[in-house]
């Protein structure tokens, strides 16, 4: 008699044997074993694969960007210890996809599910409450112009870091300090371990910060248009050039915004409104665009920076092409 052969998943929960027919695509690439042979076949589900690939590439990319600030003595200013935090965290969520994947399938256990999914929760956390201080750094950097670069800018960062690491610490912690559904399978959320509750009050927590983020963004626009009126004043700029430049900014701010949202919208809604119950390969499907961010985070915040550009240019090349240091920053960078 021919058996289905069960994939061990560490955190994610397990499909019913109801299947419903877009739970069948994910069943659709498992072979049926033989009751004669003597050793079962060694499945992997495609989709831990997918995610371990994701993570390998978010561990290389994020990894070239904290060893270009952290060995470059230059980049110091409060923008680029903003970036090197997020790119850490994202570095760390790489790292947790990884581990999750060799862990799933090589090393067995509950406490390894525990640190891993811990390791996951405060890395991601540690990512979205870094982009919510660069939105910050960003607002106050255009507010307050004149006194941005002082003592008091960098003594508050370190405050923003420090907070903003502890509470991902304390998030990811918290899987592993009991509040988890190990011992009952029907408090579990989408990601096994983590309970109901965990879920929702991370999923809230991330809308309250999208909305954060979105006030500042648009008070970024208004900023951002109203010294780009008075530099066309000053330098007697035509109507079109000042109107391009200002629609270059916003148009930048906006597919900052929308990638974010785009990446972790859909996982964060799914979490709030789905349990362990639901077919696993809907939490793939909206797990793996938030996967995205991080690697989409480097090119927005990190390549796209110019001092960050001449260091990666002289680690590459060991020279700075003159276009890039005659360029000069506009209002549209933002």
């Known amino acids: 008699m021919n058996e289905d052969p069960t994939v061990n998943l560490t955190w994610l929960p397990p499909d019913h044997l109801e299947a419903s027919p877009a739970e069948n695509v994910t069943a659709a690439v498992t072979s049926l074993i033989p009751a004669g042979d003597p050793e079962p076949e060694f499945i992997v589900n495609p989709w831990d694969i997918v995610l371990c690939t994701s993570g390998t590439l978010i561990s290389c990319e994020n990894a070239v960007v904290v060893l270009i600030i952290f060995h470059n003595p230059s980049l110091r200013a409060p923008m680029f210890l903003l970036i090197g935090s997020l790119a850490l ?20 256990s509950e406490s390894t599910k525990l640190v891993t ?23 106050l950097s255009l507010y307050y112009a004149l006194t941005y670069n002082s003592e008091r800018t960098v003594t508050f960062t370190y405050i923003m870091l420090v907070l903003l690491w502890g509470a991902s610490i304390c998030i990811g912690m918290l899987p592993i300090m009991g509040w988890n559904c190990l011992k009952d399978e029907s408090t579990c959320s989408v ?12 999923s809230v927590s991330f809308l309250l910060m999208f909305a954060l983020m979105l006030q500042l963004y648009i008070q970024i626009c208004k900023i951002v248009m109203r010294h780009a009126h008075q530099i066309a004043l000053q330098h007697h ?43 696993s390969i809907y939490t ?28 990666l240019w002289l680690i590459c090349c060991g020279c700075i092409p003159s276009n890039l240091s005659a360029r000069a920053r506009s209002p549209s960078d933002v």
């Open 89 to 108: 965290a994202d570095l760390l969520a790489g790292i947790g996809l990884i581990f999750n994947f060799i862990f799933a399938y090589l090393l067995q």
């Open 117 to 139: 999914v811990g390791l996951i929760v405060a890395s991601f956390s540690a990512s979205v409450c870094s982009l919510l201080a660069i939105t910050v750094d960003r607002y």
């Open 191 to 202: 990601i096994r371990p983590l309970t109901k509750n965990n879920a929702a009050i991370l």
């Open 237 to 279: 700029f035509l109507a079109t050039s000042h109107y391009v430049t200002t629609r270059k900014g916003v148009s930048t701010l906006a597919i900052i915004l929308g990638t974010f949202a785009a990446c972790w919208m859909p996982f964060t809604l799914y979490s709030l409104i789905a349990d362990y119950t639901y077919p």
């Open 284 to 311: 793939y499907a909206t797990l793996l665009p938030a996967t995205y961010n991080s690697i989409i985070n480097p090119v927005i915040y990190a390549f796209r920076n110019q001092e960050i550009q001449k260091a």
